[in-house]
């Protein structure tokens, strides 16, 4: 089924695992180039997209004022935990975890004991490379920098990953979906005294679109115009409904028009970025719970905002310490030398089960699986992969059990089918299934596949043989990594022989892109607030038609692109859950891969930290929520049988974080 004119948003940049949104890293997303509009896209199938720019729209104050709808729901909480109750309830542990003397919690909203105190400082890692490159569009900084600094218009709600009222108080859509009206709040001020007004908001989205180093112009692209009405009311147009901006976009920081407008406008359209803004000689303005007090080498000083609208920092002080390293990171967590370090994996936990901190155990908007490939030139028929009862033995055969307890100490949930991680989305009736060795040998014997030369490999009367292939860069997540070398054993039952080839990363591009020879192909994907993977599964993002797609091994199912349509129609929340359902269901009917589950993502705070609470989109955004304070005593939990120990994975070369685009914004892995 065609798809309606352009709607493709499609990242094509590598992007660190630490940007603004949940992040788009190499393990993520599998191209190097730029954010393209997601309904653009469509018009150039087949032809280069390298040099498409995004056409200039009129940004203007408008002079028509429009009625708008009651707030879309009550603002959050206003205080950080203000009023704490009790500690955070340690969860017992199954046996997979080893004796330990941390505390594990997998409460989701930890409640704490005492009163929260202010003074002292907390320490934190951020990224070291571009430790000083503040430009907001650009994004290259560490999260954590942009989170401390500035607000969003709407805040993504920590749990179920929707919007709530922040820096906008209420919005409404127009009857056809078209126009985006915010209505902000009156009290809140930038850093250095000044309000926030709706030109404000009408220059940071024109930066996000028009900027030539925004990461963000793909997800601003469909902004034909921007019109503000007085000091607080702002209307967005857009070319054709776009329901995920609200959850996407309005996430992203505000920042200041009088600080950076006179820079901007000194350069002709087309050629504008604030990548080159003056930034040792000025500090950057936001209204976010930090301000910046210094910058050196090594780290960064904030302090605490004292007017800020919400509650004010607990702490005095935050220090956000340049560390690239992994192993470095976690090693200054154990010598005191930072309070907080997230996020640590679990191929990392062998030296750190005798440490005295907290474990946080945080549900993450993250997906591990392995795309099938539909026309491999390698088999002896291309198409192989489309036999469905290859597809339904292969994912009957993998032990999920086994490698979430021995990889992950269960810190997974290996149920979680699909790729569609946001909570307010997400289909919890589709599940992967138990291991059923016998059902899989019985689908393949009735399909034809049989071990006719006694190789220990099936083979089918076309010619097809059982010996599979996946690819997976070399620089993926080491528990995935891990992952895939286990689940040889469990398809060896079947009569299936895996081969796990790590590649590097470009030779990766390689593979998937130009040569297509695998059965299979291997990611982790983190994801923004809203859905924004459909080119991955869209027949018109078939990698081998349409040069900037994705879609790796040419997966078509008329459903699933019937459902991607839908989405792209849609502007509420209901809408889009309703497509995205049928996606999700359809995609798992006709399996798309091998889904391997959500891995959740480990925060290690150190015990006299307090306040701490998960966040799915950046599990360590609400820094001012935290205090220090008495630590909680530790019971160290049963030990677990040997046999329980993760196995060991090639580590990755940098320590990304869990994010955004991303995302993972209130950014993962």
């Not at 820079?263 to 930034?279: N, V």
């Not at 080839?501 to 040569?515: K, L, S, Y």
């Not at 040069?547 to 502007?571: K, L």
């Not at 930290?609 to 049963?638: C, H, M, S």
């Amino acid at each position: 089924m065609g798809l309606t004119i352009g709607q493709v948003l499609f990242a094509v940049e590598e992007r660190s695992t630490e940007s603004m949104s949940q992040p788009i890293s190499p393990e993520h997303r599998p191209m190097h180039t730029t954010w393209i509009s997601r309904r653009r896209l469509l018009q150039g199938l087949g032809v280069s997209a390298a040099g498409a720019g995004l056409a200039a729209a009129g940004f203007h104050v408008a002079g028509q004022s429009a009625t708008l709808d009651a707030s879309p729901g009550a603002s959050p909480a206003a205080s950080p935990s203000a009023s704490p109750a009790a500690s955070p309830a340690t969860t017992p542990v199954p046996s997979a975890v080893p004796e330990t003397s941390l505390t594990i919690v997998r409460d989701q909203k930890p409640t704490y004991g005492g009163s929260p105190q202010r003074g002292t400082d907390l320490r934190m890692y951020v990224r070291q490379t571009d430790l000083h490159s503040f430009s907001p569009t650009a994004q290259l900084q560490d999260i954590q920098i942009s989170v401390s600094l500035y607000d969003p218009l709407v805040w993504i709600n920590e749990i179920s990953m929707e919007p709530e009222p922040w820096l906008a108080k209420s919005w409404t859509w127009s009857d056809d979906g078209l126009i985006l009206s915010f209505i902000l709040r009156d009290e809140v001020i930038f850093h250095d005294g000044s309000p926030l007004t709706a030109e404000d908001v009408r220059f940071s989205f024109q930066a996000y679109r028009d900027d030539y180093d925004s990461v963000m112009a793909g997800i601003f692209a469909l902004i034909i115009d921007v019109t503000i009405e007085g000091a607080s009311t702002v209307h967005v147009t857009f070319s054709e409904p776009d329901g995920a901006f609200l959850f996407n976009g309005a996430s992203q920081p505000i920042f200041s028009s009088a600080q950076y407008k006179s820079h901007w406008e000194a350069k002709p359209e087309g050629e504008r970025s604030l990548t080159d803004y003056p930034w040792p000689n000025h500090v950057p303005l936001g209204t976010g719970p930090w301000k910046l007090l210094g910058i050196e080498d090594d780290f960064l000083m904030l302090g605490r905002n004292d007017d800020y609208w919400q509650d004010a920092p607990y702490f005095d002080r935050l220090k956000l310490i340049g560390e690239d390293d992994q192993q470095q990171r976690i090693d200054g967590w154990k010598n005191g030398d930072v309070d907080i370090v997230s996020p640590v994996r679990t191929t990392e936990m062998d030296g750190l089960w005798d440490e005295d901190g907290t474990l946080f155990v945080a549900e993450a908007p993250v997906a591990f699986f392995a795309a099938f490939n539909f026309a491999n030139p390698a088999n002896a028929t291309a198409d192989m992969m489309r036999d469905t009862a290859l597809r339904q033995a292969l994912t009957l055969a993998v032990d999920r059990a086994r490698y979430a307890r021995e990889i992950f100490y269960d810190f997974i949930d290996e149920t979680k089918a699909g790729t569609v991680t946001q909570p307010w989305a997400h289909d919890d009736g589709i599940r992967n299934p138990q291991r059923d060795i016998e059902e899989a040998r019985r689908i393949l014997d009735e399909a034809g596949w049989s071990d006719i030369d006694g190789d220990g490999m099936r083979e089918h009367p076309s010619g097809n043989k059982l010996d599979l292939y996946c690819i997976v860069s070399n620089q993926e997540r080491p528990e995935l990594l891990a992952l895939l070398e286990s689940i040889k054993p469990d398809l060896a039952d079947i009569g299936a022989q895996l081969t796990v080839q790590q590649i590097e990363p470009g030779e990766f591009d390689t593979r998937w892109v130009e040569n297509r020879m695998y059965d299979m192909v291997a990611y982790s994907l983190v994801q923004y607030p809203a859905f924004a993977e459909y080119d991955l599964y869209g027949t018109a993002w078939d990698i081998r038609i349409n040069q900037r797609g994705w879609n790796p091994g040419g997966y078509s199912n008329a459903t699933v692109d019937e459902a991607i349509n839908d989405y792209f129609a849609a502007w509420t929340q209901d809408q889009m859950k309703i497509a995205l359902q049928k996606l999700q269901e359809a995609a798992n009917d006709d399996l798309f891969g091998l889904w391997f589950g959500f891995p959740r993502d480990l925060v290690l705070v150190k015990p006299d930290i307090q306040g701490f609470a998960p966040d799915k989109y950046f599990q360590t955004w609400n820094t001012r929520a935290l205090w220090r304070g008495e630590a909680v005593a530790v019971t160290p939990e049963p030990a677990a049988s040997p046999e329980s120990s993760p196995v060991s994975a090639t580590p990755v070369a940098s320590p990304g974080a869990t994010p955004v685009g991303t995302p993972e914004a209130s950014p993962e892995g």
